[in-house]
């Protein structure tokens, strides 16, 4: 479980990588257009996402739904190795470490990118929660079950 989570971490990090892109690639000019253009992407697959994973259903395959996103997972990763150039030039940018402990505590020491930051991490803690428990919820709002008293060792 912990290892899809990381995995899931890292391939999340689609839309920083298509901003950086379009950041690196478009003059200042036309960057606001690029990024129009990864929202309308956003936004088509929120509408058409959703459809797809209902036509899976109809596929007699157990896991149908799993397998196809499977597959459009690896559609996309393959187009990107094919199709997406490099844009960081070698000896261009300074060579970084993992993490750079000062850059973070003088991002956080700045008042508006700070609170931006806490902000951000309060969020995603947030969902992260709601994504955890939702599983929960909806066995208590659908079998009328209490849940946390089969969770607790010492409650018979």
């Not at 109809?58 to 990107?80: D, E, N, T, Y």
């Not at 969902?127 to 946390?148: D, H, P, R």
């Amino acid at each position: 479980m912990f290892l899809s989570r990381v995995g899931a971490g890292v391939a999340g990090a689609t839309i920083a990588t298509a901003q950086a892109v379009i950041a690196d690639t478009t003059t200042p000019d036309k960057r606001a257009h690029g990024m129009a253009l990864i929202g309308i992407a956003f936004g088509i697959g929120f509408t058409f996402g959703p459809l797809l994973g209902f036509a899976s259903l109809f596929v007699p395959f157990h896991g149908a739904p799993g397998f196809a996103a499977a597959a459009m997972s690896l559609v996309a990763l393959v187009l990107a190795f094919r199709l997406l150039p490099e844009t960081c030039k070698p000896g261009s940018l300074p060579p970084r470490r993992w993490l750079n402990w000062g850059g973070l505590y003088r991002a956080l020491r700045t008042p508006a990118v700070g609170s931006l930051i806490l902000i951000f991490f309060l969020a995603t803690f947030a969902f992260g929660g709601l994504e955890s428990t939702l599983a929960l919820v909806n066995k208590l709002l659908l079998t009328g079950k209490e849940v946390q008293r089969e969770m607790d060792p010492w409650n018979p």
